[in-house]
């Protein structure tokens, strides 16, 4: 059975969020994190991914790999459920 949440967790100052997102409720991952964690300056940049300050790192559960990738060009669908998404300290 197909689930209509996004199961993901967000990673940030040491503390996990576990979060279920509805299908379409964001456009990128950068606006997810910018409405679920207060960061300073997080979001508030070019969103087309030419600045860098939405850098996070996207982790699998099941392996080791992580990415680094610009949040504001990853879209919140299927392929970040399960997914943790670790977000630096300081912002750039
Ligand atoms: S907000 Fe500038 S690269 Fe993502």
Redesign the pocket.
């Known amino acids: 059975m197909e689930s209509n949440k996004i199961p993901l967790t967000l990673n940030y100052l040491g503390e996990s969020h576990r979060l279920q997102i509805v299908h379409g409720q964001y456009h990128s991952l ?1 606006s997810l994190i910018a409405d679920y964690l207060a960061i300073p300056g997080f ?1 508030l ?11 996070v790192q996207i982790a699998s559960p099941y392996s080791q790999v992580k990415r680094n990738v ?4 990853i879209l919140v669908n299927d392929e970040l459920a399960n997914m943790v998404i670790l977000i630096p300290d300081k912002i750039y």
Request: charged share 0%; aromatic share 0%; with cysteine.
């Open positions: 950068m979001g940049c070019c969103g087309m991914g030419s600045c860098g300050t939405c850098v610009m949040a504001c060009g």
